[in-house]
């Protein structure tokens, strides 16, 4: 209220008003302290999960590394099952599944990613603590940076630096292999004996890791994160995220031990006491409103709780809720969020096309490609004889062999070729060259439909067929 | 010339347009300075890495520290490449073009790798993938992916055609033949049936085409009973009808003015020898017979048996 009155008719309002938005850009290292307290421990938990990440790898499943995105064989591993680069449609389903996910979480709660699951908000928050167990708290650590250098100071950044880096290795390593076998990998990496390729992405993501996690951090998701500039738009009044309570908190003041009842009836329940800002990892001030810093990692919330136990007066001054219930206007009811629902929908049906392609996988896929030059061949006898070129991909784990039988086509027509059974490798195509020879005198049609059909022999149910054409001359 | 912004407090460049539009000095983000350090040490070092500059007073240029050139890194794609193909080719070397066939790795090599080899020798005349080129002449060489073969379709037959070259031999007969002569076994010729008219034997047309019109593969000279002529292919833009008018023309003006017989409107049929013409090696050779081969026409060497039913089915 205040300041719009200010602003009326004055352009120079906008600049107070950006006065006191200090923009952070990095010129200040941001030393939050850490408080134990209820979204402090599921965001430990939350964060463990990325143990996973480092451990996964190392899983063994029928002497093969469980789950592998195989690069250099174009298959990726998840334990009993193969995926081959033909159903790899099935990753744009997971990859829009999981945005949908980000995305109606993000309308329902905001930044819950951010909070609690985004690699960087994980191993940044891993790396302070490194720094708060290493150099101390907060304080402590200000004044370290501003400390003359001595051998006391050399000595704790260089053993911080180490930690960061040694963990920067390792997540370098870990990420490797994920796409390669990783005993195998370590194994190689010992003897220095990595592919350039491998070495490069090591590299990369150690420093990748090293810049943005231990330099940069909330710098990242101030400027370089795409998610935190669109977040803005997925959310709306209804959303929940951790807000400050203005009605209840505000007049804010010092608490003051000497003023009386009418003194503190006075004042809101905000104490100003600065816990909410200095616990923030982003530098924060929550109580200015919703803005870009905010990850909604809830700490603030913890915080805040610990001083109204301390003063007295119930949680929840900064508490998740949405803008709507703040302002005292009645939540809607879901169905009246549609944006929810669409997202909703859009995750049943990318989930439903990942269950049918997995269980729809196949053992054996087929691609017959005719010659297109030329289109067919005279032989002496007149008959006509077409060329094709098959190709079988054996998605099974073992080689077996198949015939080779067709439907419709021309009448008399034989297949030559495929007088044996014909053998196909598993986990790769096989490709054969397979002719059709027709009567010409039965040939009633330029193109005539043609269906292939390849069958194991050991195992009728691995079948596969193909629709193409038989081509004879102009009639 | 700096100074502070009267209201945001925050140092200016000085210029200021419309009483207080300022430019504002803030510092860029700490990441997007990191970013402009790492991409100008990244310069530096692809300058001096790389080939950059030239240094007029020796008239060369400075060549990197890390001595790339262009040929250089062609040859290593190239070597690449050769290692790849180096194992098939060193097992190609000692083996007959049978051999090759039988093996069907090494088969697999020769039709996908010997496209480039064959669309350099052989399709100017044979045209892309053996289908052959016809121009106002007709068919100008055989087309290779069928089975018929003047000089046999076996492997050793194929191989031996590439390396010694053919040339076969039909004189004129414009001066043996009257014109209805000539109209009469062109006919006879376009339907397959050479002996339906007398003229086939008693003009000495056996002589070369054998007896039952079928041909000597020894002489190279045409099979005359079957669907496919050496002169001329089917036009599929004419009917029937045209069709056959065009091939009687055709077997007349082949009748009329032979093969390689000297005569300037006779047919030219020259297949050389690649062995002597020294362009290409052994190896060479052998992965053209077989490429041929596996066009579709190739015959095997235990014919008839397996494939009789086939042709029988289609009579
Ligand atoms: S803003 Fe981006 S980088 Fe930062 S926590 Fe959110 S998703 Fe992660
Ligand atoms: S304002 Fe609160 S919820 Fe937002 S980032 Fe800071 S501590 Fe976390």
């Not at chain 2, 890194?73 to 007959?96: H, I, N, P, Y």
């Amino acid at each position: 209220m205040e300041i719009e009155r200010k602003e009326a008719g004055s352009v120079t309002g906008i600049y107070q008003e950006l006065e006191h938005w200090n923009v952070n850009t990095g010129a200040k290292t941001i030393h939050a302290k850490r408080m134990p307290g209820f979204f402090r421990t599921i965001k430990n938990y939350t964060q463990a999960l990325y143990l996973l990440f480092f451990l996964v790898p190392y899983l063994r499943w029928n002497g093969k590394q469980a789950i592998l995105f195989d690069i250099t064989n174009s298959q990726f591993h998840f334990f009993n099952l193969t995926v081959l680069p033909q159903d790899i449609w099935m990753l744009s389903l997971l990859l829009l599944l999981l945005a949908m996910v980000l995305f109606a979480v993000t309308s329902v709660a905001s930044r819950v990613w951010c909070g609690y699951f985004c690699f960087q908000t994980a191993w940044t928050d891993w790396f302070t603590w490194i720094e708060d167990k290493i150099e101390g708290n907060p304080q402590a650590r200000r004044k370290l940076d501003v400390a003359p250098w001595n051998v006391g100071k050399i000595w704790k950044k260089s053993i911080k630096h180490f930690i960061w880096m040694l963990i920067s290795l390792l997540t370098g390593i870990s990420f490797s292999t994920w796409f390669v076998d990783a005993y195998d990998y370590w194994n190689k990496l010992v003897h220095f004996q990595l592919p350039l390729v491998g070495w490069v992405t090591l590299a990369t993501l150690f420093f990748g890791t090293y810049i943005l996690a231990a330099l940069l951090r909330e710098q990242v998701c101030m400027w370089m994160c795409p998610y935190a500039r669109i977040q803005g738009v997925m959310t709306d009044s209804q959303t929940i995220l951790p807000a400050y309570d203005f009605r209840r908190g505000e007049p804010r003041g010092k608490l003051h031990r000497k003023a009386g009842e009418e003194g503190r009836a006075a004042q809101g329940d905000c104490i100003d006491c600065y816990q909410c800002v200095q616990v923030c990892p982003t530098g924060v001030d929550i109580r200015d409103g919703q803005q870009l810093g905010c990850i909604t990692c809830g700490l603030c919330l913890d915080a805040c709780d610990s001083i109204m136990d301390k003063v007295g007066k119930p949680h929840g001054l900064i508490r998740y809720t949405s803008l709507d219930e703040l302002e005292g206007k009645p939540a809607k009811k879901m169905y009246r969020h549609p944006r929810t629902l669409v997202y909703i929908g859009i995750i049943l049906i990318a989930f439903g096309g990942i269950v049918y392609g997995l269980t729809h996988l196949g053992s054996i896929a087929l691609k017959v490609i005719p010659e297109r030059q030329p289109l067919y061949v005279n032989l002496s006898d007149g008959s006509i004889q077409n060329k094709y070129d098959f190709k079988v991909l054996n998605k099974t784990d073992h080689d077996f062999h198949v015939t080779v039988t067709a439907e419709g086509g021309v009448k008399d027509q034989v297949i030559i070729g495929a007088e044996k059974p014909l053998l196909t490798h598993h986990g790769r195509s096989t490709s054969f060259t397979i002719f059709v020879r027709a009567p010409g005198e039965n040939i009633k049609r330029e193109v005539t439909p043609i269906v292939f059909r390849i069958q194991s022999v050991d195992d009728p149910l691995i079948a596969a067929e193909y629709k193409t054409k038989f081509n004879g001359p102009k009639r | 010339m700096s100074e502070k912004h009267e209201v945001s407090s925050v140092p200016t460049t000085g210029h200021v347009w419309d009483d207080d539009l300022a430019d504002l000095t803030n510092q860029p983000p700490k990441w997007w300075m990191l970013g402009l350090t790492a991409s100008a040490l990244f310069c530096v070092v692809y300058f001096l890495y790389y080939p950059s500059f030239p240094l007029s007073t020796v008239g060369g240029y400075f060549k990197g520290i890390g001595g790339w050139t262009a040929i250089k890194e062609m040859e290593a794609d190239v070597g690449e490449v050769e290692a790849v193909r180096g194992k098939f080719e060193a097992r190609l070397k000692g083996m007959t073009p049978a051999a090759i066939l039988a093996d069907s790795e090494l088969t697999e090599y020769v039709t996908r790798s010997g496209k480039v080899l064959f669309g350099d020798n052989c399709a100017a005349c044979h045209g892309q993938n053996g289908i052959g080129t016809h121009d106002r002449q007709g068919l100008f060489a055989p087309i290779l992916n069928d089975d018929d073969w003047l000089y046999g379709g076996k492997i050793e037959d194929i191989h031996a055609s590439i390396e010694g070259g053919r040339q076969g031999m039909m004189m004129a007969h414009k001066d043996i033949l009257s014109a209805a002569e000539i109209d009469a076994l062109a006919n006879a010729v376009a339907k397959g049936q050479p002996n339906s008219t007398p003229l086939f034997a008693a003009k000495g047309c056996t002589a070369c085409h054998g007896e039952d019109g079928k041909g000597i593969q020894a002489m190279g000279s045409a099979n005359l009973t079957d669907k496919i002529w050496r002169f001329e292919v089917r036009n599929d833009k004419l009917n029937d009808a045209e069709n056959m008018k065009k091939l009687v023309e055709g077997i007349k003006r082949t009748i009329t003015y032979g093969v390689n017989s000297g005569n300037p409107q006779g047919r030219v049929a020259v297949m050389p020898s690649f062995k002597e013409a020294g362009k290409l090696s052994d190896a060479e050779i052998k992965k053209l017979a077989v490429y041929v081969y596996k066009f579709g026409g190739g015959q095997s060497d235990a014919p008839a048996a397996a494939k009789a039913p086939a042709a029988g089915a289609a009579k």
